[in-house]
């Protein structure tokens, strides 16, 4: 019987439990409050999301989901809406990165460390818990190498490479540098 074979729920509940122990702590923390300070760019992709400048209106996933939430919202930022929605794609990539490599190692030990060391590593933590694009960006990276690699194992069948191609063109744009 193989012991692994329940890594994606392992890596779920991993990832689940530590992004509510971070949800908790953040918001007792002073870092909520940071998208309000001036010159941060928290505050800054906060108001070019909130498209009153015309010269603003760049096709960004992270800017058209600070919108979503600011248009439920009365034209008012939720930023804890648009956190939630990031830590579950964090949910997401740990799993999904964890699948990459048991596809690359062959290796279901592989998976498992890799979807739990990304799960609970402390950095993704803090960017998917900020009012940042890169939390976005790196998680629909990695949902597009997903589907990349199953694209590959399917000798790039349309099924796989068409996702891969939405999720990998959807993270680039004029603001990354």
């Known amino acids: 019987m193989n012991i692994y074979k329940h890594n994606s729920l392992v890596i779920f509940f991993t990832a689940l439990v530590g992004k509510i122990l971070f949800l908790v702590t953040f918001l007792e923390s002073p870092f909520r409050y940071f998208h309000t300070v001036l010159g941060l760019d928290m505050k800054t992709l906060l108001e070019f999301s909130s498209f009153t400048n015309l010269d603003t209106r760049l096709c960004v996933p992270h800017r058209w ?60 933590l803090i960017y998917e818990f900020s009012i940042l694009q890169e939390s976005l960006i790196i998680n629909l990276l990695i949902i597009g190498f997903y589907f990349l690699l199953k694209a ?21 744009s004029e603001t990354m540098q």
Do not use: D
């Not at 194992?153 to 680039?172: C, D, Q, R, V």
């Open 152 to 172: 590959r194992l399917a000798n790039y069948y349309w099924k796989w490479s068409i996702p891969a191609g939405i999720f990998l063109a959807s993270t680039s």
């Open 65 to 124: 989901l600070i919108y979503l939430f600011y248009t439920i919202n009365n034209h008012e930022h939720n930023t804890i809406g648009v956190i939630i929605v990031q830590a579950i794609l964090g949910i997401i990539g740990a799993i999904l990165l964890g699948k990459c490599a048991r596809i690359l190692f062959n290796s279901y030990k592989a998976e498992l460390f890799c979807g739990l060391f990304y799960a609970l590593y402390g950095p993704t």
